[in-house]
């Protein structure tokens, strides 16, 4: 490998990509339009599930227990009607998501101490937020339950009973358990994946679609420093665009940053010769740009944000697809992302990710300079 | 004089032609040698195999020393290429054009600076060195293409069809450049469908489906051609030439762009009777006139010599 050749490269590929408006809007907008996309845009967490009641009791007491849904961030009421069609019609037409029938003789039945019927209707197109709608009222009934418990304690004289087992609950990594904490750092390898496959992709077939390859392999230029040279400015870009997104992430999103810098790129570095050299491989199989980019975006972009763990956890996968995401570098760096931001992993606990991914950095560079030949087909 | 280039029994084999088949010649340093044929000759491929980037089937073939399947990379070393479509990054200056090529092939900054300044001045390039290659003319296209291809003192220069949709001006530039090459010793190898650029080269092989017809000097290939080229210049190209295609004196007819060309043992002679018989068909024409014999004329003739017994 000769130095002059390789700086060539380098210094070639860089004046193109700064006269290149789109690769440089791509390169700087990008990483900023997925971050305020991905962390405002995904959220897991269900807040504030529009609610209709029907309350036929219409008492102080079924009062009291609405109250107790109103309160609840998970909840808000947003109209009380006084038919059963009003209810249905809300549910069909998506005004809320939830129903409460109250029955009529709610206070009696609660009087009398026996178990009264509350009813709930739920849409549940959506499983998720059924699922967790239908959880969130029975935490909400049985808080419920409790005071009344308590109230009749008070009343006969017994004072404070305690409930025998309570579970107390500290959650951490994430401990307020917002979804932002855990998608945010996850969005730093989605744009990695495509800043490095797309944008080089897009080299070498571009080369060959103007025409200038066909000079370029007759000059006596090696693979190798045709390879490294198109891939350092794209390198550059993608680590500057780490900084970048850690930043969005810590400053703007209050995300956590509690590992080491040095593990983050680390991680980085070997996620990026990952990307950049199958974009390499792309391209110059494919000799068509159109043809690169969208190989590039299936090879890279759908696994990272499908089978990395980054929307459905991997172990909550179908085993036969959790064998499929073990072939997905994206996978390991998402882990070590999550763990370098909110758990603050050590480099020793990280070592299995980082070994996988530099296994695939191996892989990919050799094939990628065993791809290009200087011939024409 | 060395031998810069030899090819020998060179052959290449796409699905269903052979575009070079067992082609044999020699430059030497010093020389301008043309590759002469129509589109489908194989002068592309020629010269694409002596660049180095299509590997012969068959055959070999010496660049500047160098075995080309052997030592490729040796020969692009002392090589360079110029693609018939343009090769360069248009997205860059011609300043930084000519700094890539340069940084490649490893000549130092000085060396650099010197030959590019003569180059370019040489080329009527001198204002234009910040200007984007993309928004240069064909010509300049073309000539920049040479001033990088010369950049690192080549022994050898493959040029595919350099001064095609080139502007007489810069054309001019192109062959003085070519000129003044020769007496560094360079050699020079390129490919031409015109028969006026040809003539600029020391010999010149005529190429035909891949084969070479003859190899000499462009004097002794006009020689070839006995008789002269009479042209009609009229619509209906077919039915001029069914019309006159037998008549006495005609060798051999060529549909042309804007009529038809006839060879004809003896133009002065032939003229007025052909004009006779053309008038007498009714067939409408607009000039009909002794021409210089055309790359095209020299095919006809040549070929159907061919199928002569």
């Known amino acids: 490998m000769r130095l002059h050749r390789l700086i060539a490269v380098i210094r070639k590929e860089t004046i193109q990509i700064r006269r290149d408006l789109a690769s440089l809007l791509i390169t700087v907008t990008m990483p900023l339009l997925f971050m305020l996309a991905f962390g405002y845009g995904v959220r897991f967490d269900v807040k504030h599930i529009p609610v209709y009641v029907y309350d036929r009791a219409g008492n102080q007491q079924s009062q009291d227990f609405l109250k107790h849904f109103q309160a609840s961030e998970y909840f808000r009421i947003v109209k009380a009607v006084d038919n059963y069609p009003a209810l249905i019609q809300a549910l069909d037409s998506g005004a809320c998501r939830l129903a409460i029938v109250i029955p009529i003789d709610f206070s009696e039945q609660l009087g009398a101490g026996g178990p009264v019927a509350v009813q709930a209707l739920v849409d549940a197109t959506d499983n998720n937020t059924a699922n967790i709608s239908l959880s969130y009222s029975e935490a909400v009934v049985q808080s419920y339950n ?61 080369e060959w679609e103007r025409g200038t390859m066909e000079q370029l392999v007759s000059t006596p230029i090696t693979p190798l420093e045709l390879m490294i040279g198109k891939l350092v400015p794209y390198f550059v870009i993608g680590l500057v665009d780490t900084v970048l997104c850690a930043a969005v992430a810590i400053r703007w999103f209050e995300v956590p940053f509690r590992g080491q810098w040095t593990v983050l790129f680390l991680s980085c570095t070997l996620f990026l010769i990952v990307v950049l050299s199958l974009g390499y491989v792309i391209s110059v199989v494919a000799k068509s740009q159109l043809a690169a980019s969208q190989a590039a975006l299936i090879a890279t972009f759908l696994p990272a944000f499908l089978l990395s763990g980054f929307l459905y956890p991997v172990d909550q ?61 | 004089m060395p031998i810069s280039v030899a090819a020998s029994d060179l052959t290449k084999r796409f699905p269903g032609v052979t575009a070079v088949n067992r082609l ?33 089937d068959g055959g070999s073939a010496t660049v500047a020393g160098a075995d080309i399947a ?102 001019r530039d192109f062959w003085r450049i070519l000129y003044s090459l020769l007496n560094e010793g360079i050699a020079i190898l390129m490919s031409t469908s015109y028969l006026d650029e040809a003539e600029r080269c020391h010999r010149v092989a005529l190429l035909h489906q891949g084969q070479m017809l003859y190899c000499e000097t462009p004097a002794g290939l006009k020689r070839r051609l006995h008789g002269a080229v009479v042209s009609v210049v009229g619509h209906e190209a077919r039915r001029i030439r069914a019309a006159l295609g037998g008549a006495a004196g005609v060798l051999n007819t060529l549909l042309v762009g804007d009529g038809v060309h006839l060879v004809v043992d003896d133009a002065a002679r032939r003229i007025p009777e052909l004009r006779a018989a053309l008038q007498a068909t009714g067939l409408a024409f607009d000039r009909l006139e002794e021409v210089e014999p055309t790359i095209e004329d020299l095919f006809v003739a040549a070929t159907s010599e061919d199928r002569k017994p």
Not at chain 1, 184 to 201: D, N, Q, R
Not at chain 2, 34 to 52: E, F, I, N, Q, S
């Open chain 1, 317 to 377: 996968m179908p085993a036969a697809t959790q064998i499929i995401t073990y072939f997905v570098p994206a996978r390991y760096f998402m882990t070590i992302l999550r763990d370098v931001f909110l758990k603050g992993t050590s480099l020793p606990f990280l070592m299995d990710d980082l070994l996988a991914l530099a296994l695939f950095a191996t892989i990919l560079t050799i094939l990628a300079t065993r791809v290009f030949h200087k011939k024409l087909t």
């Open chain 2, 24 to 56: 044999t010649f020699e430059v030497h340093a010093g020389e301008i040698f043309g590759l002469v044929g129509p589109d489908g000759a194989g002068k592309t491929t020629t010269l694409r195999m002596l660049a180095g980037v299509l590997s012969p």
């Open chain 2, 70 to 171: 052997r030592e490729p990379e040796a020969a692009k070393a002392r090589l360079s290429y110029m693609p018939q479509r343009f090769g360069l990054y248009e997205d860059l200056t011609v300043a930084e054009n000519i700094r890539f090529y340069a940084d490649v092939f490893g000549v130092s900054r000085a060396e650099r600076e010197t030959r590019s300044r003569q180059l370019l001045d040489a080329a009527g390039m001198d204002p234009f060195t910040t200007r984007l290659a993309g928004k240069l003319s064909g010509g300049m296209k073309q000539k920049l293409g040479l001033v990088c291809a010369l950049i690192h003192r080549p022994l050898v220069i493959l040029l595919d069809e350099p001064t095609n949709g080139v502007d007489p001006v810069s054309r």
């Open chain 1, 146 to 206: 409790q005071r009344l418990r308590l109230d009749w304690s008070q009343r006969h004289g017994l004072s404070t009973v305690q409930s025998p087992l309570s579970v107390d609950i500290r959650t951490w990594f994430n401990e307020n358990l917002e979804s932002t904490a855990n998608i945010v750092p996850g969005v730093i390898a989605i744009i990695m994946a495509v800043i490095g496959s797309f944008l080089t992709s897009l080299t070498v077939a571009r």
